[in-house]
Structures are given as structure tokens and as C-alpha cells.
């Protein structure tokens, strides 16, 4: 119930078009739902956050979707750049500052 | 702030010897993390402190591993003896607690490789 279930593993997107990242949940406890990047070589680092009291929050070219019903959150990458490659990790939590992460997405953009 | 930092970069050790990774948060933050990183595994929460005390160490994998935060600037994770399976990146991660969620900050890990 603790888990949070991402997929895919890993995807290859064509330079300027659309990367979705799918993250799935049991624990309706949970109360915010960060998204983590991270580059080769260095530690991940919060890209964008999402609160259950809304369906969609957008930051730029990032956009998290967020279906409470379905206990569903996702990340949108438009317009898709190779700097861009990275892997993403989804996560949640209760409020106590200990995140659930899921297994991560390893993302490349092909130019 | 020159933000988490850890020591040292890499470690390259062989099988029994001890290795301590050492971590330093960001000032003021009250909540230090340790993590492991693998490609089977992904990211693991090994043990996180609040105020110096270790709050859960559920994710320690086992005895051999042991983490101490003497102060509120200072940190270590010990393994003794180690294993070539305990070969991986291991992140430090501080933040500050509160009313509401906030970020944590990595550091840029430490690699290790037990031969």
C-alpha cells in the first residue's frame, strides 16, 4: 500500500515531441506528489509538485496531471529537448517529509 | 550555501575493509537523509535523522551498515565489513521540516565499489 508504481522504465522520444510518465498509487493518505529529475553523475533534484486539491499544475514545459480517482499522477514534457534526457522519478508522501519514490524513468531525447 | 555535500566522491575498497561516507547538510536544515542508488534496486531510503536522531533506519539493509549524526552539520554511514553487493551510489539529502512538504536536496552522491 506504501508503493508508488511507475512506468514505463525507460523511453526514447523524438526531439520536439511529447514524454508522459505514468505513476500509480494505493495510499490515499498521501498528500503531495513531487517529481524528481536526475542528470548522470549527480543527485536528483525536484522538477515540479503536485497537490491533490488540483488536477493540473504546469511549470514551463512541464505539466503533472493528477486523476485523484483513479489514484494516478503523471508528467508531461512537451515540446521535448535533448537536454531534457534524464531519469525522472515520481514519489509521494503523507507530509512527512519521507518520500515513497518509484523505481524511476529513464528518459532520452533523440535530437 | 554550497548546498549538501558529501565525501569522498568515489571509493573503490575491497571486500571486508570498513568504508565511511560523510555527508554535510544545508545549514538550518533539520531532516537528513541517506540513500542508496542501484540499477536493481533503484533509490532506497536507508536511514533519515530529524534534529541529530535517527527517526527510522528500517531501510539498513543490515548489521554491517550504521549511520550517526553527531551534530546538526555532520553525518556519517559506516559499513563494516564490506561486501562487493554493497557497490553503489549513496546519496545524502537534507530539508526542512515544517507545516508543509518541502524539497529535499541531494547532494552528488558517493560511488562505491567493493572488490
Known amino acids: 500500500q506504501q508503493q508508488v508504481k511507475q512506468s514505463p522504465q525507460s523511453l526514447i522520444v523524438q526531439k520536439g515531441g511529447i514524454s508522459i510518465i505514468n505513476c500509480a498509487y494505493e495510499n490515499t493518505a498521501f498528500d503531495y506528489f513531487p517529481w524528481y529529475q536526475q542528470f548522470p553523475g549527480k543527485g536528483p533534484a525536484l522538477l515540479i509538485a503536485?497537490?491533490?486539491d488540483v488536477s493540473e499544475k504546469k511549470e514551463g514545459r512541464f505539466t503533472i496531471s493528477f486523476n485523484k480517482s483513479a489514484k494516478q499522477f503523471s508528467l508531461h514534457i512537451m515540446d521535448s529537448q535533448p537536454g531534457d534526457s534524464a531519469t525522472y522519478f515520481c514519489?509521494?508522501?503523507?507530509?512527512?517529509?519521507?518520500?515513497?519514490w518509484g523505481a524511476g524513468t529513464k528518459l532520452i531525447i533523440k535530437p | 550555501d554550497a548546498g549538501v555535500i558529501q565525501s569522498p566522491r568515489h571509493e573503490v575498497t575491497e571486500m571486508g575493509q570498513e568504508v565511511t561516507l560523510r555527508c554535510k547538510p544545508i545549514s538550518g536544515h533539520d531532516y537528513l537523509f541517506w540513500y542508496r542508488q542501484t540499477m536493481m534496486r533503484g533509490l532506497e531510503l536507508l536511514i533519515y535523522f530529524n534534529n541529530n536522531v535517527p527517526i527510522d533506519d528500517s531501510g539498513m539493509p543490515e548489521d554491517r551498515f550504521s549511520a550517526k549524526m553527531p551534530n546538526a552539520s555532520f553525518s556519517t554511514l559506516k559499513i563494516q565489513p564490506s561486501e562487493p553487493r554493497d557497490s553503489a551510489v549513496y546519496f545524502c539529502?537534507?530539508?526542512?521540516?515544517?507545516?508543509?512538504?518541502?524539497?529535499?536536496?541531494f547532494g552528488p552522491g558517493t560511488r562505491l565499489t567493493v572488490l
Open positions: 514519489a509521494a508522501t503523507t507530509g512527512w517529509n519521507q518520500l515513497i
Open positions: 539529502a537534507s530539508t526542512l521540516g515544517g507545516a508543509s512538504y518541502n524539497e529535499q536536496f
Open positions: 503536485i497537490r491533490p
